[in-house]
């Protein structure tokens, strides 16, 4: 069975600092995609990031940014220069062959004025 | 623009009736799921349909029914609620293919209320 962990329930910053929210997964496959999902207040589930496991270099949009660890199983966000519109609920996800989408306990990510 | 759409956005029931929530996407996805994310937790999988005419359980498919009437719309189902199943339902859909990730899209979820 597919488990994703994410054991920083709460993380605070203040704002232009960088963060980085931890994940790690656990998964018998060898081809699966993992993913950031930010739920602002609104509780709108929002695509921040996704990473094919089967590529080395780790995914970049814009000011947010992946380390894939794959024999580690370790898959992080950073978060360079934080806003306050960053501010939300965050959920790493795992998805493989059998096509459900696993997620994480989420990381609440206050970013301070 | 709709991507997923999920009726109605907020509900109150009495313990004990039924009611069906839609979902609808316009994608031409081929998989489709429901979701259920308490306070403070994270979304949990009550059922999914990889394609029309199939449906499948997830974690916590106690007290649901599913149908996938066509490509578009997947319905669920509480015949009976209870107070336990208080919670944000999400309806999702995915794109199949290596190229375009696996994505899962979801709508903006449903604020169900059991007293």
């Known amino acids: 069975a597919q488990t994703v962990t994410q054991s920083q329930p709460e993380m605070s910053v203040q704002e232009a600092e960088t963060v980085t929210l931890s994940c790690t997964y656990d998964?018998?496959?060898?081809?699966?995609?993992l993913f950031w999902y930010k739920q602002p207040p609104s509780r709108q589930m929002i695509l921040v990031i996704r990473q094919e496991a089967y590529k080395q270099q780790n995914a970049t949009e814009n000011r947010f940014s992946v380390n894939f660890q794959k024999a580690a199983k370790s898959f992080s966000l950073k978060i360079s220069d934080s806003q306050l519109g960053d501010t939300a609920m965050y959920f790493c996800?795992?998805?493989?062959?059998?096509?459900?989408?696993?997620f994480g306990q989420g990381t609440r990510l206050t970013i301070n004025p | 623009n709709a991507g997923v759409t999920q009726t109605p956005k907020f509900q109150v029931l009495k313990t004990g009736q039924s009611m069906t929530l839609q979902c609808a996407q316009d994608m031409n996805h081929n998989s489709m799921y429901w979701y259920r994310q308490d306070p403070g937790m994270g979304l949990r999988l009550i059922y999914y349909s990889a394609s029309e005419g199939t449906t499948d359980k997830g974690e916590v498919p106690n007290g649901y029914n599913v149908s996938r009437l066509n490509k578009r719309e997947f319905s669920l189902r509480l015949e009976s609620a209870a107070p336990s199943q208080t919670s944000v339902y999400f309806c999702?859909?995915?794109?199949?293919?290596?190229?375009?990730?696996?994505?899962?899209?979801f709508g903006e979820g449903s604020w169900l209320t059991v007293v």
């Open positions: 998964t018998s496959e060898n081809n699966y995609y």
């Open positions: 996800a795992l998805i493989q062959g059998a096509q459900k989408l696993v």
């Open positions: 999702a859909s995915k794109v199949r293919g290596r190229a375009l990730g696996n994505t899962i899209y």
